[in-house]
């Protein structure tokens, strides 16, 4: 294991290339491309759902590239025709690039398929969101 910490980096695709020898002067090399985000952007990574599709409970996990300038989130549950059925405000803790996790209990909800969507509020006031499908059975 190599670990680097690359500093400075300006937004947008960059290349790695790495290359190593052994004791007989033997070399090999591997290439990795990666995207560096800016600081204004909150660019959602996952917004995740387990069980899916899900008989009691389901749990959302959700990570943001850039967590440490979130200042509040909500999730919102729609039915499949676009009713507002649940809405929860989880604790963002400060500098955590993960929210979550947040549980959407299922007593009594009927099976079918649902829409769950985070809406992020940063430090500058924009609001971003992400989306996901919840089958219940």
Known sequence: TVRYTLTNLTPGLHRLTLKAWNIWGNSNE????FRVV?????AFSTLSVYPNPARYS???HYETSNAEQ???AEMQIYSCHGALLH???PTVAAGSYVVGPVVWNLQGVQPGLYLARMLVTTADGKTHQS???VAVR
């Open 70 to 72: 979130i200042t509040s």
């Open 38 to 42: 800016g600081t204004d952007t909150a």
């Open 87 to 89: 809405t929860v405000k």
């Open 131 to 133: 989306t996901t499908k």
């Open 30 to 33: 591997a290439e990795i491309t």
């Open 58 to 60: 389901a749990t959302f």
